[in-house]
T-cell receptor
Framework: DAKTTQPNSMESNEEEPVHLPCNHS???????IHWYRQLPSQGPEYVIH???SNVNNRMASLAIAEDRKSSTLILHRATLRDAAVYYC?????????????FGTGTRLTIIP | GAGVSQSPRYKVAKRGQDVALRCDPI?????LFWYQQALGQGPEFLTY????????KSGLPSDRFFAERPEGSVSTLKIQRTQQEDSAVYLC????????????????FGDGTRLSIL
């Protein structure tokens, strides 16, 4: 699987937007960009995924660069419950490439 | 609805003992995954089932690790002759089939079993 690069940690103030970056310069044309987050003492939780176009759901937005070599997860209004480790993962779309390859992610701290 | 359930939540064993960790996936999910998460690291893939078939076990670290899913629902991860380096959180995830066959469906994780080997 192609590799992603994320900052080790970020801080944000409560009730402000958060932009979490991810670089994936070796992404292939069929790789989807997935984001998961892991709250303390819990299993990872799916956040959002996309291929080329920007995506929105109830949790977040995903902005994908035109060349697809980077993406940004956007939390529009951070709350204390958003404090977690956020993982950016590339996942091939071929049958059989089912597993998720996690890196070390970005630890997001929310400041009250 | 019920999510992925793992038991026990915590397990302490002495070095050399055998342990068995259980995963109850979301009903109807045909894909099931096991991951191992060391302290401060992201989860690492161990093995993958599609129904009862184990299609990928490339991540199992040694032949002491064995996973099964005999009826295509509940899965058990067994570790024989445990060693201290086996101490980790073991996560189970399941996913449903999607429109484009199996790919890119979200994986739903349980909260894991924290295994401590003394």
């Amino acid at each position: 699987d192609a590799k992603t690069t994320q900052p080790n940690s970020m801080e944000s103030n409560e009730e402000e937007p958060v932009h979490l970056p991810c670089n994936h310069s070796t992404i292939s044309g069929t790789d989807y960009i997935h984001w998961y987050r892991q709250l303390p003492s819990q299993g990872p939780e799916y956040v959002i995924h996309g291929l080329t176009s920007n995506v929105n759901n109830r949790m977040a937005s995903l902005a994908i660069a035109e060349d697809r070599k980077s993406s940004t997860l956007i939390l529009h209004r951070a709350t204390l419950r958003d404090a977690a480790v956020y993982y950016c993962i590339l996942r091939a779309s071929n049958f059989g490439n089912e597993k998720l390859t996690f890196g070390t992610g970005t630890r997001l701290t929310i400041i009250p | 609805g019920a999510g992925v359930s793992q038991s026990p939540r915590y397990k302490v064993a002495k070095r050399g003992q055998d342990v068995a960790l259980r995963c109850d996936p979301i009903s109807g999910h045909v894909s099931l995954f096991w991951y191992q998460q060391a302290l401060g690291q992201g989860p690492e893939f161990l093995t993958y089932f599609q129904n009862e078939a184990q299609l990928d076990k490339s991540g199992l670290p040694s032949d002491r690790f064995f996973a099964e899913r005999p009826e295509g629902s509940v899965s058990t991860l067994k570790i024989q002759r445990t060693q201290q380096e086996d101490s980790a959180v073991y996560l189970c995830a399941s996913s449903a089939p999607g429109q484009d066959l199996w790919s890119n469906q979200p994986q739903h994780f349980g909260d894991g079993t924290r295994l401590s080997i003394l």
